[in-house]
């Protein structure tokens, strides 16, 4: 059986990766049995999920996952290229010169696995560099419901190049490694242009948006 703080971060995992799709009904005795949980630790974790914007709650029936919608899409990048150039800013001006340059090592792309992890992990890895904590949990959090928004468009992006983009977290990085803070948050704010761009464009294909 999961403990109250594993079955949030497993609900919340499944959520995000689309394990749990957009829409999804969560009713307590089927989820309950899903996760070998009893239904107030439960409770507890779809509350927390609700507040953080993954989870809604259709009174008196029973919760489901979130649907997505362009508006959701378009303020969450929005809120991204507010926080990450900042967090990319204080990242370069770090006295820690050695995580500045392992920094480098999160731009590699094992071809084994999945490019949305690596992305995810690499923009968390800049967040995690962040002087303010608060600055780089808002990040983490961002960066996270991101990523069920890549999940879901993904088939729907035109002329994907994972080259491209692993060339542009390459020069964020080296940008950030060299101290460069400007030039760093410069890159960071129009790589984050271009994946809005992408997405949204993608999630109309889709038509799975609300």
Do not use: W
């Amino acid at each position: 059986m999961l403990m109250r703080s594993s079955v949030y971060s497993a609900l919340k995992s499944d959520i995000l990766a689309c394990r749990l799709p957009p829409g999804a009904e969560l009713r307590e005795p089927e989820t309950s049995a899903r996760y070998q949980v009893g239904r107030s630790p439960l409770r507890e974790a779809l509350l927390r999920l609700e507040a953080e914007g993954l989870v809604v709650i259709v009174p008196r029936q029973y919760y489901r996952v979130a649907p997505i919608s362009l508006r959701d899409a378009a303020d969450l990048f929005g809120l991204r290229r507010l926080l990450e150039p900042e967090a990319a800013l204080q990242a370069a001006r770090s006295t820690d010169q050695a995580a500045r340059q392992n920094l480098r090592t999160a731009t590699t792309h094992d071809q084994t696995a999945s490019f949305i992890d690596d992305n995810r992990q690499f923009h968390c890895a800049i967040a995690s560099l962040a002087t303010n904590r608060r600055l780089m949990t808002s990040c983490v959090d961002a960066i996270e419901q991101s990523e069920r928004l890549v999940r879901v468009s993904l088939d729907q992006i035109a002329g994907r190049r994972p080259d491209l983009l692993i060339a542009e977290h390459q020069a964020i990085a080296e940008a950030i490694a060299e101290g460069d803070g400007r030039t760093a948050a410069r890159l960071l704010r129009a790589h984050i242009d271009a994946a809005e761009a992408r997405v949204l464009t993608a999630l109309k294909r889709a038509a799975i948006v609300a």
